[in-house]
């Protein structure tokens, strides 16, 4: 989801605009406890591990999202 925020700049008194990902406004959640595992049966165990593995899974989509976006800037840039 995005934002159009609206401004004026000090120095050319211009107004513009500029659209942010409103994740990018949000606070960084700070990293969780590791859960004690102990607790957990072995089906709960493999459940766990199969989030994590989806999950794992979708963080490298979106580094490679990203890395496609930086390199595309990156070869604009050098032209």
Same mark, same amino acid.
């Given at each position: 989801?995005?934002?159009?925020?609206?401004?004026?700049?000090?120095?050319?008194?211009?107004?513009? $605009?500029? &659209?942010?990902?409103?994740?990018?406004?949000?606070?960084? =959640?700070?990293?969780?406890?590791?859960?004690?595992?102990? /607790? @957990?049966?072995?089906?709960?165990?493999?459940?766990?591990?199969?989030?994590? $593995?989806? &999950?794992?899974?979708?963080?490298?989509?979106?580094?490679? =999202?990203?890395?496609?976006?930086?390199?595309?800037?990156? /070869? @604009?840039?050098?032209?």
């Amino acid at each position: 989801m995005t934002a159009t925020i609206a401004y004026d700049d000090p120095i050319t008194n211009a107004a513009g $605009k500029i &659209e942010m990902d409103i994740e990018d406004l949000e606070p960084r =959640k700070q990293s969780s406890k590791p859960k004690d595992l102990a /607790a @957990f049966s072995v089906d709960e165990l493999r459940a766990y591990i199969a989030t994590l $593995k989806a &999950e794992i899974a979708r963080a490298e989509e979106t580094i490679a =999202k990203k890395t496609a976006h930086l390199d595309a800037a990156s /070869a @604009f840039f050098k032209k």
